[in-house]
């Protein structure tokens, strides 16, 4: 599980503090801008911040770093690339921390439908497929925790929503998966969400108790109104 | 792939090597030097063998593989295929630096003088770059530093050599440190650069899978387990020491580090561990080509400018397709 | 209107008569001027004819004014009525000259002695000095003459010009006309080097060189500098320290001063004839 404590940088994350046990998927959401991706860095040790971060009682950030990288994965917002690397050996480089044993690879690549592009450059992918295919090194680490930054931007719906069963899977094994969001509807369906508004946490829990019209249109500037509505979902 | 690759560069090479040795000014015939090789044949075919071809061979072959190893720390370290040791001005500031420690006669005081004094100028350059131009910086950004910082170093050579240098040398001189040459090279500059290069690029080698991981990003590259911070201070270590050893020696000579990776990367992937290797072969096995044209075509090309006519329509070719490899 | 039609008067004045206003703008003509003009003629002398380093008339110019640079614009400030220049002059200065009416003579060549002589004439008859300028060649003539005297059927001594700079003097140089009469034989130039060439390396070690010669005025060591530089440092004559030191300036004059340098390098390599 991972626990932190007043996590802050100053001008974009204001002492947010988090519990996650494990097998848990939540989701951290608020509008641009309100620190969801200095958040993930944060608590990855990716940029200084102060407070505590916590991973099953020892402090995450003083891990080195090649342990740190059999803890957890992050994925980040930007998936551009300036290097021609194959996809294969970009989802190989998941097992860096492991002298590169190439295990998980094939499966990271088959649960992210990249399987008939293995051997393609990421620079000749789409911005969806390459973005897949830092999901898959991130998988591939096999860590049991998984930090992703806006995972389903850019993928089509189908892809959205395997990422989001991949997720749950994760969860099932007993990850813990925290995932940034822009689609609350999807948010519904996770463990926990947490709310970011203006680098401060504005709510923490169950989506249903967290997401209310007032915290909706308080943070979001939207009416919730709950409706008949299109569902779409992977077929069975 | 890997083995094929470095298989036929060490061809490349070996071939290379050969021709330095066997063209020349003055015809050998393979007898003569087949005869000094073992130790025999007559004075004046061994001073030519080792005391002319040699050297300067050995010289080209480390001004080669310093620039091009330096090309693909320098395109890791800022993300930029286009970078390169002259292109950045990181050649311009280790020829400042070795030309003040000749014009001040530092140069004089000890073999490690100018290569010191030119790392000390190379490192100034590497140090205005990064601060000009970020890590991932836009091409544009990078080449306007270049731009810039080759401007500045290049005339501060140019007015420390009228300044310092006797009347009748100047000429030769700003020839020598801004178009690079490598004639008239001794043993003495074997030993000032070829120790340090090979000992440099070895230094370099265990880097590769981290550099690898860097290439697709500094923050993944952290998460899976890579001390950026570490890496990317060797890589600045590394790559600026050896454009500064292959100046001090060679003066400025461009475009290697831009057309040797970028065509081994063409040509074998992107992947570091054949890259750095292939780079290296393929560095030396260029210059050395390069200085045998120089040298052996009419009207005395300088290496610089055999360099620069081989690379610039290269490099105006790689701006136009944007750069990506 | 009245200022105008005196300047137009002093010009056809002058015009009729002896340049009274000249400017030598480079050193060659500087020694010319010197040796032939009249001390009124001269208004100014090159901005390099008082630097020991370049200039073999550094006391007789002393005496006179001298440019401030090589540029059109010094030249003009001494508002000549004749200019004197080299045919290496910078080839916009000499257009701006040219175009600004003054009357310029420039000197082409300076590759022989016999090419000197004829230069004295021109600017004697520019200067209006005709007969003074035939004294001087003559007087020259005598030297040069006196000089293949005393090297009469000496055997000439194998030489070359070596440089720290990359370049050597070939056929058709300065140094290939003192060679000629100061009994030396410019190894360069036999070996088909033409003009100021880039120095062949490796070919050089198969040249027979007795000696080398360098000028005393460029700065440093220069004989130490050639035993460590290739391919100087490999041959016999540098090992055997066999250089031969003679003034920079007289060795690089295009004028009368390279009579000096005859005289200097003949003297250095058959020093039995002059005893």
Redesign the interface.
């Known amino acids: 599980m991972i626990a932190a404590r007043k996590l802050h940088v100053e001008g974009r994350l204001a002492e947010v503090s988090l519990e996650l046990p494990t097998g848990c998927l939540a989701a951290v959401l608020g509008p641009n801008g309100a620190g969801k991706s200095t958040l993930l860095q944060a608590l990855a040790g990716l940029l200084p911040a102060e407070g505590e971060v916590a991973w099953r009682g020892e402090d995450l950030r003083r891990i080195p770093y090649l342990e740190r990288a059999r803890i957890l994965a992050w994925v980040g917002q930007e998936s551009h690339a300036d290097f021609g690397f194959p996809v294969r050996e970009v989802v190989a480089q998941g097992r860096f921390a492991y002298g590169d044993d190439g295990r998980g690879v094939d499966e990271a690549l088959a649960a992210f439908d990249l399987a008939h592009l293995a051997d393609r450059a990421v620079t000749r992918l789409s911005g969806g497929e390459r973005r897949r295919v830092f999901l898959a090194r991130a998988l591939a680490t096999g860590a049991p925790l998984q930090l992703w930054d806006e995972p389903t931007s850019h993928l089509d719906v189908r892809h959205g929503l395997e990422v989001l069963e991949l997720a749950n899977g994760l969860k099932a094994k007993g990850a813990t998966v925290l995932m940034s969001l822009h689609d609350l509807r999807a948010a519904q369906c996770f463990d926990r969400v947490l709310v970011l508004h203006k680098g401060a946490c504005v709510g923490s829990g169950a989506p249903e108790a967290v997401l209310t019209p007032e915290l909706l249109l308080e943070v979001f500037g939207v009416r919730a109104r709950r409706d008949a509505d299109l569902i779409l979902e992977l077929p069975r | 792939m890997s083995g094929r690759g470095l298989a036929l560069l060490l061809a490349l090479l070996a071939l290379a090597l050969l021709a330095a040795l066997v063209f020349?000014?003055?015809r050998l015939a393979p007898g003569e030097i087949w005869d000094v090789l073992n130790g025999h044949g007559d004075a004046?075919a061994r001073?030519?063998l080792l005391?002319?071809?040699l050297p300067r061979a050995l010289v080209a072959m480390a001004v080669g593989a310093a620039l091009a190893c330096s090309g693909v720390l320098m395109q890791s370290f800022f993300?930029?295929?286009l970078a390169s040791p002259g292109l950045l001005g990181v050649s311009s500031g280790g020829a400042l630096g070795a030309v003040l420690a000749f014009a001040f006669g530092w140069a004089s005081t000890s073999l490690w003088a100018l290569p010191l004094a030119s790392i000390a100028g190379a490192f100034l350059a590497t140090v205005a770059v990064i601060a000009l131009a970020r890590e991932g910086a836009s091409t544009e950004h990078l080449l306007l530093a270049g731009v810039a910082l080759n401007a500045l170093f290049g005339a501060g050579t140019s007015f420390v050599l009228t300044l310092k240098a006797?009347?009748?040398?100047?000429?030769?001189?700003i020839l020598f440190w801004l178009m690079g040459g490598l004639?008239?090279?001794?043993w003495e500059h074997v030993w000032i650069s070829l120790p340090g290069v090979v000992l440099a690029c070895l230094l370099v080698l265990p880097s590769a899978?981290?550099l690898?991981?860097l290439?697709?990003?500094e923050?993944?590259a952290?998460?899976?387990?890579?001390?950026v911070r570490r890496l990317r201070w060797e890589l600045i270590l590394l790559s600026t020491v050896l454009t500064a050893l292959a100046t001090a020696v060679g003066g400025v000579v461009g475009f290697v580090g831009l057309i040797v990776p970028h065509l081994l990367?063409l040509a074998f992937?992107?992947?570091h561990r054949r890259l750095l290797p292939l780079s290296m072969l393929g560095g030396a096995a260029f210059v050395l080509a390069c200085d045998l044209v120089a040298r052996t075509m009419p009207g005395?090309l300088r290496l610089g400018v055999v360099t620069a006519l081989a690379g610039g329509p290269f490099f105006l070719w790689m701006l136009k397709r944007g750069g990506?490899? | 209107m009245r200022r105008a039609f005196l300047c137009l008067f002093a010009s056809v004045l002058l015009a009729a008569g002896m340049p009274q206003r000249v400017v030598s703008q480079a050193l060659g003509t500087d020694e010319l001027l010197l040796a032939l003009a009249d001390r009124g003629q001269i208004a100014a002398l090159s901005h390099l004819a008082t630097d020991p380093k370049f200039s073999p008339v550094v006391q007789e110019a002393a005496a006179y004014p001298r440019l401030k640079d090589s540029d059109a614009e010094s030249v003009l400030r001494h508002r000549p009525d004749l200019v004197l220049m080299a045919s290496y002059t910078r080839a916009e200065t000499r257009a701006l000259l040219q175009r600004s009416g003054v009357r310029v003579v420039v000197l082409e060549r300076f590759d022989t002695f016999e090419d000197l002589c004829a230069n004295a004439r021109i600017v004697g008859e520019a200067l209006g000095r005709r007969a003074r300028a035939e004294q001087v060649v003559a007087a020259w003539r005598a030297r040069v003459d006196a000089l293949a005297a005393r090297l009469k059927r000496a055997a000439p001594v194998r030489v070359i010009a070596p440089s720290t700079y990359g370049f050597l003097a070939g056929r058709d140089t300065t140094f290939d006309d003192v060679c000629r009469h100061a009994g030396a034989h410019n190894v360069a130039a036999e070996a088909g080097l033409q003009g100021h060439a880039p120095t062949p390396s490796e070919a050089m070690l198969g040249w027979r060189i007795d000696a080398l010669v360098i000028s005393d005025d460029e700065r440093g060591d220069i004989a130490g500098r050639l035993a460590e530089l290739p391919p100087y440092k490999f041959l016999a004559a540098t090992k055997a320290k066999r250089f031969v030191r003679i003034s920079g300036p007289a060795m690089a004059s295009i004028s009368q001063a390279r009579l000096d340098a005859y005289e200097q390098l003949a003297r250095a390599l058959h020093p039995e004839r002059f005893r």
């Open positions: 020349g000014e003055v004046t001073t030519i005391d002319f071809r993300r930029n295929p006797g009347h009748f040398e100047e000429g030769g001189q004639e008239s090279r001794t899978r981290a690898n991981l290439a697709m990003g923050q993944g952290q998460s899976l387990g890579v001390n990367r992937g992107p992947d005395q990506r490899s």
